[in-house]
């Protein structure tokens, strides 16, 4: 076989193998034998060794994973990947409904779809072809884990019909539960760790460094969003019918509602017909179905306020309550957790669930020796939600809250309109050290790689930290006398700290970890103060002018600074490098000041490039047209936004015309 024979018989083993599998793992329609699929398969993979430069990244041969592993790089997401709303409550989907139809004077259409238990993904593709697939992160950035998802195989390498050049679509990655026993089942013969549940097991195997063993392990992927759907289609629904047409597994479980109530029809009908699934689903996601209504009614810092999802009512089990353990929080914050006879909930064995605080303990009135009801609705650690007080036994008493630290004996507070106890002394309670540390270390906050949870305890254990500025101090001759710290280790330990100190000023301001300052505020009070320098100067009253700031979280913010000693780790977590200003934002000129520009369509570059352009000399962008906006820039397949500027009478422009307003 010569070089032109091979290429036009790998062409066309491509076409059949790619037709094959999507009759197989999409449609469930197989129409040969294994041994047939197996003996095309083997025939391509002969061609491509052959002749290596027949080799392309779509080819069915390349879902087999390599045995090459290689670190993730994490990707800035095109489209935030935000979270949903959720309730437990029909009476608060019904005031969703309420708001939504309020906003819009009108009823929307819903589209409903099972709320899948998994891992988030988003893929993108360019030309049909798949480039990337990114994990959701921290919803702004996230893991490339594109081998990894290359093994899953209703997820197709190449696209059908005509979709974008430029396309990204959304979905959830997961273990399907025939899956997931026989790789507990395989884990138990070796003697490994059992996974929880099906979701643990999809979000752990997604992040395995050996492409090779995913492929093993039989993830499955629906996808169920596509970011600027509204690019290309009027509706959601149309959207989900397309990306079908295009190759990609979409759930057949959708139905469209023209109101809340037939919604609330799907809803009672999957509570129930669920079990029989051979995947696990926890809710039903609610979406507004028109784009332009979804635009209308937008979004919160964190989720849209189109779409939202009702959570199934937690199964629950009856057991006996042993006895109560109080762990302490980084925070300092008490937390009572029952230990329990060991009782199946869910699919899993439970031994101890929360009692949250002491309210919740004298609310139900539980005591020692109680039978107790206990659920599992999303959390990992189960909760105590009743007692069956017919099961009491004679004589029981009331439960007695501690008053002191279980760790360091300090007398417990509670502050006035606060559901915890807690322990106030930060600076010597173990627990909220090696908490603060953990924290610290976090991927959402330094990321620090080769340091988890356990080398924290050693290290505190061992003398060699006392507070997170000390992990910066520390040497390789410390670290390699100590149990599991071979070179390797130590030398990637040490990397990781190094490495940490090019963390953005948000990230370091969040890793302090002061109380009540999460993330998302952590960015706007960063965004907002600027630098470290500054945000010391700023008073309460100029705090509370920030966004998400309230009287507590400023009260916080101040006390935090008040303490010398927690100033005396910042300075020497500034003295070791750590990023204490934000990045200076580059201001190129006020050629476009005080102009709003949308963005549409496929452009010669990034859409974030020229978003970056545009307010590097002064304008503002917008995701929506309107009568204020006063460009609309466009690329190929404008869509609605295009429409809706021509309706209003915006202009218009290309790259060529973009290019002359800022005289490039």
């Given at each position: 076989m010569n070089i032109k024979e091979a290429t036009q018989r790998a062409a066309r083993l491509r076409e059949i193998i790619d037709g094959h599998n999507h009759r197989y793992y999409v449609l469930n329609q197989p129409v040969i034998s294994d041994f047939e699929y197996d003996v095309l398969l083997q025939e391509l993979i002969g061609i491509e060794?052959?002749?290596?430069?027949?080799?392309?990244?779509?080819?069915?041969?390349?879902?087999?994973?390599?045995?090459?592993?290689?670190?993730?790089?994490?990707?800035?997401?095109?489209?935030p990947m935000m979270s949903l709303g959720n309730t437990y409550s029909e009476m608060e989907l019904l005031e969703f409904d309420r708001r939504v139809q309020k906003t819009l004077d009108a009823a929307p259409q819903y589209v409903c779809e099972l709320k899948f238990d998994g891992s988030a993904i988003s893929l993108i593709y360019n030309k049909g072809v798949l480039t990337q697939a990114v994990t959701r992160g921290d919803g702004e950035r996230g893991d490339d884990v594109s081998a990894n998802v290359r093994t899953i195989r209703t997820i197709p390498l190449r696209l059908r019909g005509n979709p974008p050049d430029e396309l990204e679509i959304r979905g959830e990655i997961f273990m399907p539960f025939a899956a997931f026993d026989a790789l507990n089942k395989q884990r138990f013969e070796e003697?490994?760790?059992?996974?929880?549940?099906?979701?643990?097991?999809?979000?752990?195997?997604?992040?395995?460094?050996?492409?090779?063993?995913?492929?093993?392990?039989?993830?499955?992927?629906?996808?169920?969003?596509?970011?600027?759907?509204?690019?290309?289609?009027?509706?959601?629904?149309?959207?989900?019918?397309?990306?079908?047409e295009?190759?990609?597994?979409?759930?057949?479980?959708?139905?469209?509602?023209?109101?809340?109530?037939?919604?609330?029809?799907?809803?009672?009908?999957?509570?129930?017909?669920?079990?029989?699934l051979p995947y696990a689903t926890d809710g039903v996601v609610i979406k507004v179905n028109e784009y332009a209504q979804q635009r209308r009614l937008g979004m919160t810092a964190k989720s849209p306020r189109w779409a939202t999802s009702f959570k199934f009512k937690a199964e629950q089990a009856v057991t006996s309550l042993l006895s109560v353990d109080f762990q302490v929080g980084r925070t300092g914050a008490i937390t009572p957790v029952a230990n329990l006879e060991p009782v199946l909930l869910a699919g899993t064995t439970v031994k101890r669930a929360s009692l949250h605080n002491a309210d919740q303990i004298v609310l139900l009135d539980i005591r020692l020796g109680d039978t107790v009801i206990i659920e599992k609705?999303?959390?990992?650690?189960?909760?105590?939600?009743?007692?069956?007080?017919?099961?009491?036994?004679?004589?029981s008493q009331p439960f007695a809250y501690i008053t002191q630290c279980p760790a360091c004996n300090a007398?417990?507070?509670?502050?006035?309109?606060?559901?915890?106890?807690?322990?106030?002394n930060d600076t010597g309670c173990p627990p909220q050290i090696i908490g603060r540390i953990e924290h610290f270390i976090t991927r959402k906050a330094m990321n620090i790689e080769g340091l988890g949870s356990e080398t924290v305890e050693l290290l505190y254990h061992k003398g060699l930290i006392r507070h997170v500025a000390d992990l910066y101090h520390l040497?390789?001759?410390?670290?390699?006398?100590?149990?599991?710290?071979?070179?390797?280790?130590?030398?990637?330990?040490?990397?990781?700290?190094?490495?940490?100190?090019?963390?953005?000023?948000?990230?370091v301001l969040f890793a302090l970890g002061i109380r009540y300052v999460g993330e998302t505020t952590a960015k706007k009070i960063a965004d907002a103060a600027g630098s470290l320098d500054r945000l010391l100067q700023l008073s309460e009253d100029e705090l509370l002018l920030i966004d998400e700031v309230g009287d507590r979280i400023a009260g916080s913010i101040r006390d935090y600074f008040a303490k010398p000693e927690n100033m005396a780790?910042?300075?020497?977590?500034?003295?070791?490098?750590?990023?204490?200003?934000?990045?200076?934002?580059?201001?190129?000129s006020n050629a476009l000041a005080g102009k709003s520009f949308v963005i549409t369509g496929t452009l010669s570059r990034p859409r974030d490039e020229f978003k970056a352009l545009i307010e590097q000399h002064g304008g503002a962008v917008s995701s929506a047209v309107s009568a204020n906006t006063n460009y609309l820039l466009a690329g190929d397949k404008g869509g609605s936004k295009l429409q809706k500027a021509e309706k209003l009478g915006v202009q218009i422009i290309d790259e060529n015309h973009f290019n002359s307003l800022l005289n490039l």
């Open positions: 060794r052959k002749f290596p430069q027949l080799q392309q990244p779509d080819s069915p041969t390349q879902r087999v994973g390599s045995d090459l592993t290689e670190a993730f790089v994490q990707v800035k997401h095109k489209y003697e490994e760790p059992l996974f929880a549940n099906p979701r643990n097991a999809a979000a752990g195997t997604l992040k395995l460094l050996d492409a090779s063993v995913v492929d093993s392990r039989n993830l499955d992927c629906f996808l169920y969003y596509l970011p600027a759907g509204d690019e290309h289609f009027r509706t959601h629904y149309e959207s989900l019918q397309a990306a079908k295009w190759g990609f597994q979409v759930s057949e479980h959708i139905k469209l509602c023209n109101s809340m109530q037939e919604a609330l029809a799907f809803i009672h009908h999957w509570d129930t017909a669920r079990k029989a609705g999303g959390e990992i650690i189960p909760k105590v939600v009743d007692v069956d007080r017919s099961q009491r036994t004679a004589g007398a417990l507070k509670r502050d006035d309109g606060e559901a915890k106890h807690y322990c106030p040497h390789k001759a410390q670290l390699l006398p100590l149990a599991r710290m071979g070179e390797k280790s130590v030398d990637n330990l040490l990397k990781g700290i190094e490495q940490s100190k090019k963390t953005p000023f948000a990230r780790i910042i300075e020497d977590l500034r003295a070791s490098g750590l990023q204490f200003e934000a990045e200076a934002k580059v201001q190129l």
